[in-house]
Nanobody, 119 residues
């Protein structure tokens, strides 16, 4: 059964850190992380190829977020540091056929996890 389940996230003060996990059932070439903030369009954050390890970050998170893949645990992580209030939103992981920040390449989506950055 094809399934992606996110965990982690929650509340953090500005400048703080959170980690998201994406537990994977099924075979995907790439796992991407996306976020949807209130009143904004869904935004790609990062993606990783589970076979080549190729990683792409959105410019807005470079140097602060780290995506990683653990094939033994079938889990992809997103470590988020120096979080800012405008990064509040629902974060989704998605499985796709290409490691790209383009949403249309992702076919399967998790249910999403809330991340709230507030002071």
């Amino acid at each position: 059964q094809v399934q992606l389940v996110e965990s982690g996230g929650g509340f953090v003060q500005p400048g703080g850190s959170l980690r998201l996990s994406c537990a994977i059932s099924g075979d995907y070439y790439a796992i991407g992380w996306f976020r949807h903030a209130p009143g904004k369009e869904r935004e790609a954050v990062s993606t990783i190829s589970r076979s080549t390890g190729n990683i792409i970050y959105a410019d807005t998170v470079k140097g602060r977020f780290t995506i990683s893949n653990d094939n033994a645990k079938n889990t992809v992580y997103l470590q988020m540091n120096s979080l800012e209030p405008e990064e509040t939103g629902v974060y989704y992981c998605a499985g796709g056929a290409r490691a790209t920040l383009m949403t249309e390449w992702y076919e399967y989506w998790g249910q999403g996890r809330q991340v709230t950055v507030w002071s």
